[in-house]
Nanobody, 127 residues
Framework: QVLLVESGGGLVQAGGSQRLSCEAS????????MGWFRQAPGKEREYVAA???????SYADSVKGRFTISRDNAKNTMYLQMNSLKPEDTAVYSC?????????????????????WGQGTQVTVSS
């Protein structure tokens, strides 16, 4: 049973930092591309970042230079380090796993390519 559990959300002031974690179980974590998405109130879910099974990373333009995605395959965990947070970063952040092994890069922003999702963790950035 595939399970993705996010943690690390909360309230932070603008300009601050926060680190999200996504703990995975039920599959061979190191073989899959993983992604972070977010959904703000009244808006559609949007791509944030992805990390391919081989370590290659990609980011949405809105977070490039501020957010860093990483993974620890020994711990079956993915991370999202968020720096210089802005009020517009306020959203529910969810992690997701690609449908197939050893896939990724080029279309990691396409949420239809992800098969499993976590329940999400709320990040609120106050101005």
């Amino acid at each position: 049973q595939v399970l993705l559990v996010e943690s690390g959300g909360g309230l932070v002031q603008a300009g601050g930092s926060q680190r999200l974690s996504c703990e995975a179980s039920g599959f061979t974590f190191r073989s899959y591309t993983m992604g972070w998405f977010r959904q703000a109130p009244g808006k559609e879910r949007e791509y944030v970042a992805a990390i391919v099974w081989n370590g290659q990373t990609s980011y949405a333009d809105s977070v490039k230079g501020r957010f860093t995605i990483s993974r620890d395959n020994a711990k079956n965990t993915m991370y999202l380090q968020m720096n210089s947070l802005k009020p517009e970063d306020t959203a529910v952040y969810s992690c997701a796993r690609r449908r197939t092994t050893y896939s990724g890069s080029g279309r990691d922003y396409d949420e239809s390519l992800y098969a499993y999702w976590g329940q999400g963790t709320q990040v609120t950035v106050s101005s």
